[in-house]
Nanobody, 116 residues
Framework: QVQLVESGGGLVQPGESLRLSCAAS????????MRWYRQPPGKEREFVAR????????LYTDAVKGRFTISRDNDRNTVYLQMNSLNIDDTAVYFC?????????WGQGTQVTVSS
């Protein structure tokens, strides 16, 4: 079955960086667009970034453009989110996502807390 497992979250200060990872299994990873979402405390889950199966097409929400970079390693079935210049508004639980046969699959999430 499809499984997504995020890691790499933590507590950082404003201006610092983190790299999140999402290990995927149970499907042909390179065939699917992978997405990152986040859910800030008390708010709805929101889109952050996505990358096509071959890595050729990326899309970011405006709030992270120029600071976050999505990438993937299809040999390792892993998608990454490099987050630089983190600020307090980036505090959230971060989830990776894949859509397969019109069904959304989510990982358990990883907490990112930005605080001074």
């Amino acid at each position: 079955q499809v499984q997504l497992v995020e890691s790499g979250g933590g507590l950082v200060q404003p201006g610092e960086s983190l790299r999140l990872s999402c290990a995927a299994s149970g499907f042909t990873f390179s065939d699917y667009t992978m997405r990152w979402y986040r859910q800030p405390p008390g708010k709805e889950r929101e889109f952050v970034a996505r990358m096509s199966g071959n890595g050729g097409i990326t899309l970011y929400t405006d709030a992270v453009k120029g600071r976050f970079t999505i990438s993937r390693d299809n040999d390792r079935n892993t998608v990454y989110l490099q987050m630089n210049s983190l600020n307090i508004d980036d505090t959230a639980v971060y989830f990776c996502n894949s859509i397969r046969n019109s069904r959304n699959y989510w990982g358990q999430g990883t907490q990112v807390t930005v605080s001074s």
